[in-house]
Protein backbone atom coordinates (compact mmCIF):
# COMPACT_ATOMS: atom_id res chain seq x y z
CA UNK A 1 0.00 0.00 0.00
CA UNK A 2 1.29 3.02 -1.08
CA UNK A 3 1.82 6.34 1.82
CA UNK A 4 1.64 9.98 1.16
CA UNK A 5 3.40 12.07 3.44
CA UNK A 6 2.92 15.73 3.63
CA UNK A 7 4.94 18.54 5.23
CA UNK A 8 5.48 21.90 5.16
CA UNK A 9 2.56 24.02 6.29
CA UNK A 10 2.83 26.46 8.79
CA UNK A 11 1.85 29.91 9.93
CA UNK A 12 2.83 32.76 7.61
CA UNK A 13 1.94 36.47 7.49
CA UNK A 14 -0.77 37.94 3.91
CA UNK A 15 2.36 38.33 1.06
CA UNK A 16 4.38 35.62 2.42
CA UNK A 17 5.23 32.08 0.73
CA UNK A 18 5.37 28.47 1.59
CA UNK A 19 6.21 25.35 0.32
CA UNK A 20 4.28 21.86 0.80
CA UNK A 21 6.01 18.59 0.13
CA UNK A 22 4.35 15.37 -0.06
CA UNK A 23 6.78 12.16 -0.11
CA UNK A 24 5.13 8.69 -1.43
CA UNK A 25 6.83 5.73 0.07
CA UNK A 26 7.38 4.13 -3.85
CA UNK A 27 7.63 6.02 -7.07
CA UNK A 28 4.88 8.84 -8.22
CA UNK A 29 4.12 7.51 -11.43
CA UNK A 30 2.20 4.60 -9.68
CA UNK A 31 0.07 7.41 -9.89
CA UNK A 32 -1.71 8.82 -13.10
CA UNK A 33 -1.97 12.09 -11.22
CA UNK A 34 -0.43 14.18 -8.08
CA UNK A 35 -2.64 16.25 -6.53
CA UNK A 36 -3.43 18.89 -3.92
CA UNK A 37 -6.48 19.65 -2.33
CA UNK A 38 -7.54 21.60 0.52
CA UNK A 39 -9.94 22.13 2.97
CA UNK A 40 -11.39 25.57 5.07
CA UNK A 41 -13.44 24.89 7.98
CA UNK A 42 -17.00 24.78 6.90
CA UNK A 43 -16.25 24.46 3.21
CA UNK A 44 -16.01 21.58 0.78
CA UNK A 45 -12.55 20.11 -0.04
CA UNK A 46 -11.55 21.65 -2.99
CA UNK A 47 -9.17 20.67 -6.21
CA UNK A 48 -5.88 23.10 -5.70
CA UNK A 49 -3.70 21.88 -8.25
CA UNK A 50 -2.88 19.34 -10.75
CA UNK A 51 0.39 17.33 -12.20
CA UNK A 52 -0.18 14.39 -14.24
CA UNK A 53 2.35 11.92 -15.29
CA UNK A 54 3.40 13.52 -18.73
CA UNK A 55 3.84 16.75 -16.86
CA UNK A 56 0.80 18.54 -17.39
CA UNK A 57 -0.34 21.09 -14.92
CA UNK A 58 -3.83 22.34 -14.17
CA UNK A 59 -4.95 25.26 -11.32
CA UNK A 60 -7.72 26.61 -9.40
CA UNK A 61 -8.36 29.58 -10.71
CA UNK A 62 -7.64 31.36 -7.75
CA UNK A 63 -4.53 30.38 -7.16
CA UNK A 64 -3.33 30.61 -10.37
CA UNK A 65 -0.29 32.83 -10.82
CA UNK A 66 0.50 32.27 -7.35
CA UNK A 67 0.98 28.36 -6.32
CA UNK A 68 3.48 25.62 -8.71
CA UNK A 69 3.21 22.18 -8.92
CA UNK A 70 6.23 20.32 -9.24
CA UNK A 71 7.67 17.01 -8.48
CA UNK A 72 10.80 14.98 -7.83
CA UNK A 73 11.36 11.99 -9.35
CA UNK A 74 14.53 10.76 -7.47
CA UNK A 75 12.77 11.78 -4.48
CA UNK A 76 9.38 10.50 -5.12
CA UNK A 77 8.05 13.69 -3.92
CA UNK A 78 5.49 16.35 -5.14
CA UNK A 79 6.01 20.18 -4.03
CA UNK A 80 3.31 22.83 -3.96
CA UNK A 81 5.07 26.43 -3.82
CA UNK A 82 2.76 29.20 -2.77
CA UNK A 83 3.29 32.34 -2.95
CA UNK A 84 1.55 35.68 -1.93
CA UNK A 85 -0.39 33.82 0.15
CA UNK A 86 -3.79 35.53 1.47
CA UNK A 87 -5.49 34.59 4.18
CA UNK A 88 -8.34 32.69 2.15
CA UNK A 89 -5.81 30.27 1.29
CA UNK A 90 -5.78 29.12 5.08
CA UNK A 91 -7.33 25.79 4.88
CA UNK A 92 -5.44 21.80 5.52
CA UNK A 93 -3.91 21.07 2.66
CA UNK A 94 -3.94 17.45 1.09
CA UNK A 95 -1.53 15.42 -0.87
CA UNK A 96 -3.95 12.84 -3.36
CA UNK A 97 -2.37 10.37 -5.78
CA UNK A 98 -4.87 8.40 -8.11
CA UNK A 99 -4.76 6.00 -10.83
CA UNK A 100 -7.59 4.22 -12.52
CA UNK A 101 -8.99 0.96 -11.14
CA UNK A 102 -7.80 -1.74 -14.20
CA UNK A 103 -11.23 -3.32 -15.77
CA UNK A 104 -13.14 -0.38 -14.29
CA UNK A 105 -14.34 3.36 -14.62
CA UNK A 106 -13.31 4.49 -11.13
CA UNK A 107 -10.42 5.89 -9.66
CA UNK A 108 -8.19 4.68 -6.61
CA UNK A 109 -7.63 7.65 -4.43
CA UNK A 110 -4.82 7.27 -2.24
CA UNK A 111 -4.58 10.50 0.41
CA UNK A 112 -1.88 11.91 3.14
CA UNK A 113 -2.81 13.12 6.38
CA UNK A 114 -2.81 17.07 5.71
CA UNK A 115 -0.87 19.94 6.64
CA UNK A 116 -2.19 23.17 8.05
CA UNK A 117 -1.57 26.49 6.33
CA UNK A 118 -2.84 29.34 8.03
CA UNK A 119 -1.98 32.83 6.68
CA UNK A 120 -2.59 36.04 8.97
CA UNK A 121 -3.97 39.52 7.84
Known amino acids: QVQLVESGGGLVQAGGSLRLSCAAS????????MNWYRQAPGKQRELVAV???????NYLYSVKGRFTISRDNAKNTVYLQMNSLKPDDSAVYYC???????????????WGQGTQVTVSS
Open 96 to 110: NGRRPIPGSMRNEDT
Open 26 to 33: RSIFYFTE
Open 51 to 57: LTTGGST
